[in-house]
């Protein structure tokens, strides 16, 4: 079993840059493909993006292609979701997942942190 802790949310003006961490305990980090997820207000969670158990591969939803980026530190059990040129559609709680098997666009994954607001002024 694993652990999830987000931190990083908070209040940004669209164009402007945020950087999520998933800290996460229990099993051995490497040992899990990690993913960010979003929901907001009114709808539904979605992948936001993925990466691989060695961070070797990654995996974006089409609207943050090209501003976020996800990475991992298996020496500090943690993952990032770097996000920039925000917009106000970005505005949501983000969540970090965790499995032991592959996570893309329509997985469901096993483990979840108890998520981050990040908000986006216009």
């Known amino acids: 079993q694993v652990q999830l802790v987000e931190s990083g949310g908070g209040l940004v003006q669209a164009g402007g840059s945020l950087r999520l961490s998933c800290a996460a305990s229990?099993?051995?980090?490497?040992?899990?493909?990690m993913a960010w997820f979003r929901q907001a207000p009114g709808k539904e969670r979605e992948f936001v993006a993925s990466?691989?158990?060695?961070?070797?591969?990654?995996y974006y939803a089409d609207s943050v292609k090209g501003r976020f980026t996800i990475s991992r530190d298996n020496a500090k059990n943690t993952v990032y979701l770097q996000m920039s040129t925000l917009k106000p559609e970005d505005a949501a709680v983000y969540y970090c997942?965790?499995?032991?098997?592959?996570?893309?666009?329509?997985?469901?994954?096993?483990?979840w942190g108890q998520g981050t607001q990040v908000t986006v002024s216009s």
């Open positions: 229990g099993r051995p980090f490497s040992s899990y493909f």
């Open positions: 997942a965790a499995q032991r098997q592959s996570i893309y666009k329509l997985t469901t994954p096993e483990y």
């Open positions: 990466i691989s158990w060695s961070g070797g591969n990654t």
